[in-house]
Every structure is written in structure tokens, then in C-alpha cells.
């Protein structure tokens, strides 16, 4: 089928119709979808994507969208929440009040919740300096074992007694970066060439901040190229997918996050693997299974709905190609209208093997967003200045 006659298809027939097809991917109680929680201090572009992406979900399975608050209104007792969280939620004693009520599991919200905060973060993704090293409740020393062959060389550290002693480890090896654990689209890293730059990097930390939320030290990588592998299921509609992200230039020069090209397969990674994949590709999904498998085994009370994981390609400083997962990401993200946009085309094609979609911000105000792209977010936002966020499909595969 081609482009112009699969759209044509997508807009004019409710996506609602593939029930009479019988299409098993609806539970028949009706859903409320709400966009939250928010995140802390969300600006215009971060809200607008999230309620975004409600809508389209609401939209896409014949569901309400409750755009304010969480009061069901006149659907309090016909109908069941769905959330979609600006962030990963936290399910533990410390944070209660954080997640929402009546989530039951991963069919309850897009995203995903986890029994410590720091598992949400990319300070689970390496292992500790030594035995000896200060770690939070919680941590698992067996997943950091678990995923040594996934990720890149690096250390989590929670005290800057670690720091200074996992950082000169690392820069017997070539430079490194420091990474704040909750930094998004690249933003707050350093590199470190020498220990004068770390001792000065280090000197900066906040040493209360640094116990609860933990530092990362990672081997840098020279012409990196960062794919993402993921998996998001709602109902039992799933689709995983492997693709890249591309850098952009932000309003303060900065190069970060412009947007990910996808290619999404109808089904689960078996369903993916059959496709015509490249080696670098295949390696990359094996590598984020790994880890999406330790995580799930290692920290209990771990469930998501949406599971996404950055792998950079890259080389050391011995100019020797490396291939690592950088972080994993439960929570909606920069690729998530992608995803659901693929997931509406695989609801109306049930017999559609694969699509390919992508999302793109650009900011400034002369970028403009490709033709036929789902606008997300176009305007002047309080954090990041002018910027256009949007998502779309542009090739599809039903052989």
C-alpha cells in the first residue's frame, strides 16, 4: 500500500472501526486519560507534549481525555483511569503521594513506575567503584554485574570520596564524562580531560544531592552515534523498534537533542529481529534486552509500558569502536509520538509488518516542520526559548 493511500485510510476511517474486525487489542471498560502527574516546574513545551500525547491516546483507543486535575467528573464510577506521567513514577514509602491511585500494573499508564528513585535515573547503569563504595537503599550490586558486557566503562558514585577515586581510575584510560543522572537531551554533561578537571567538577557538586541521586563518570567516546531500542504497549497492542537520534542546535548554541528516526515492528523483538536489520542494529537490540532483562529481574516492584534505551557507538580514546547503552528511559520521551503514531497504523493495518517514523525539534523560528508531520508543540517556551516539536510516518511496509 503506499504513503498517500495509507494516510488517506489512517484520517478517514475511527480508529475505533478495528474492534469490528476483530481486532483483540481493547479491553471493553471504558478508560480516562489524564495527563499527570506533572513534572516539577513542566514548561509550556513539556506540558503541551504531554497532554499531546493523552489526546492522542485517548483518541486512538476511543477513550475520554481529561485535560486538568484528576477529578473523574460524570465518569467516576463507568470508567478507569489511564495515566500518562510526565516522569517515571516512584512506588516507595518515601515518595508516597507521587504516584497516582488505582495503578495496578503496566496497563495502567504509559510509562513505567520503580521501587527507588535512583532507578528511574542513569545512575543504575553502571556499577560501583568497589565494594566499599557509598550506595543508596535499594541498590542492586547484581544488575551493575549483569549489564558490565551492555554498557560502556563508567562508575556510579554517591559521595565524593568515589568520585575522585572511580574518576582517576577512569582517566587512566582516556577522557571522561561527568553526567548529572537526571539531565535530559545531553544537557549539564562535562568532559574531563585531566584530575585538575575533575577535582574542579567535582569541588562544584552538591555533597546532600550527590548521596540521594548518585553522580555517573563514563568513558568519553570520539564521532558517537546514539541509537535507541525500545518496546511500548498499550492493551496488548505492542511494537518494538530500532532507530537513531539525530543533534540539533538549541537557542543557547548548545548541540542537543533533535528528534529520532524509527523503524517500529508489528509485535514484540522477534517480531523486530525478522526485519532487515543491520549487524550494528541487531547488536544494539541484544545489547538493550540485556539490560531490560537485568532490570526487571534485579529490582522488584520495576514495570513499564514504555521502555526505551540510548546506545552510543562510538570510539575510545585507543580509537577502538565501542557499542554501550547509556541509559534506559520508562517514562514518555522525545520518540513517544512516533511511537503511538505507529501503533495507530498497526490498529488500522493489522497485516502492516513494519513503519517508519520520526520526531524532530528544532528550535529558532525559522525551522518549520516537515509536511505532513503532527505538530506538537510550535512556540516561544519559557525554558528553552523558541522551539517546534512534531512527529509523523513517513514509509510503510506490509510485505
Known amino acids: 500500500m503506499s504513503e498517500n493511500a495509507m494516510q488517506e ?62 477529578d473523574f467528573g460524570e ?6 483511569p489511564y495515566y500518562v506521567p510526565g516522569d517515571t513514577l516512584v512506588d516507595s514509602p518515601a515518595q508516597a503521594g507521587a504516584a497516582p491511585p488505582r495503578i495496578g500494573g503496566h496497563g495502567d499508564l504509559f510509562g513505567g513506575m520503580v521501587p527507588y528513585p535512583f532507578v528511574a535515573t542513569k545512575a543504575i547503569t553502571h556499577a560501583l567503584f568497589d565494594h566499599d563504595a557509598q550506595r543508596p537503599p535499594g541498590w542492586s550490586v547484581e544488575f551493575g554485574r549483569r549489564v558490565q558486557e551492555a554498557v560502556l566503562r563508567g562508575t556510579t558514585v554517591f559521595c565524593v570520596q568515589d568520585a575522585h577515586r572511580a574518576g582517576a581510575e577512569l582517566l587512566r584510560h582516556g577522557p571522561i564524562r561527568l553526567k548529572p543522572v537526571d539531565g535530559t537531551a545531553g544537557r549539564g554533561q562535562r568532559l574531563l580531560k585531566d584530575m585538575a578537571a575533575l577535582e574542579a567538577a567535582i569541588d562544584e557538586c552538591d555533597s546532600r544531592a550527590l548521596a540521594t541521586q548518585g553522580l555517573v563518570l563514563e568513558e568519553h567516546l570520539e564521532k558517537v552515534a546514539t541509537l535507541s531500542v525500545g518496546k511500548v504497549q498499550i492493551g496488548s497492542l505492542i511494537s518494538t523498534y530500532v532507530g537513531t537520534q539525530s543533534l540539533t542546535t538549541d537557542n543557547t548554541g548548545a548541540s542537543v537533542y533533535g528528534g529520532s528516526d524509527l523503524r517500529l515492528a508489528h509485535g514484540d523483538f522477534e517480531a523486530l529481529l525478522a526485519l532487515a536489520l543491520t549487524d550494528l542494529e541487531r547488536e544494539a537490540i541484544r545489547l538493550a534486552r540485556l ?3 537485568a532490570a526487571m529481574s534485579c529490582y522488584r516492584g520495576l514495570y513499564a509500558s514504555r521502555r526505551n534505551y540510548d546506545i552510543a557507538h562510538g570510539r575510545d ?28 497504523a498497526f490498529l488500522q493495518q493489522p497485516q502492516l509488518r513494519s513503519v517508519r517514523a520520526f520526531t524532530h525539534e528544532r528550535y529558532g523560528e525559522a525551522a518549520n516542520p516537515p509536511r505532513n508531520a503532527r505538530l506538537t508543540y510550535r512556540g516561544d517556551d519559557e525554558k528553552v526559548g523558541f522551539i517546534t516539536k512534531c512527529a509523523g510516518i513517513y514509509s510503510y511496509d506490509d510485505g
Open 9 to 70: 485510510r489512517l484520517e478517514s476511517q475511527p480508529t475505533r472501526d478495528a474492534l469490528a474486525n476483530g481486532v483483540p487489542y481493547f479491553e471493553h471498560a471504558p478508560r480516562v486519560v489524564f495527563a499527570r502527574p506533572r513534572p516539577a516546574n513542566a514548561s509550556a513545551h513539556e506540558t503541551a507534549s504531554q497532554d499531546g500525547l493523552a489526546r492522542e491516546i485517548a483518541r486512538l483507543f476511543g477513550w475520554k481525555f481529561q485535560p486538568e486535575g484528576d
Open 75 to 80: 465518569y467516576r464510577h463507568s470508567h478507569r
Open 291 to 293: 539490560y531490560d532483562e
Open 317 to 344: 580514546a585507543a580509537g577502538t569502536l565501542k557499542l554501550g547503552v547509556l541509559e534506559q528511559s520508562w517514562r514518555p520521551g522525545g520518540a513517544s509520538m512516533a511511537e503511538v503514531l505507529a501503533l495507530e
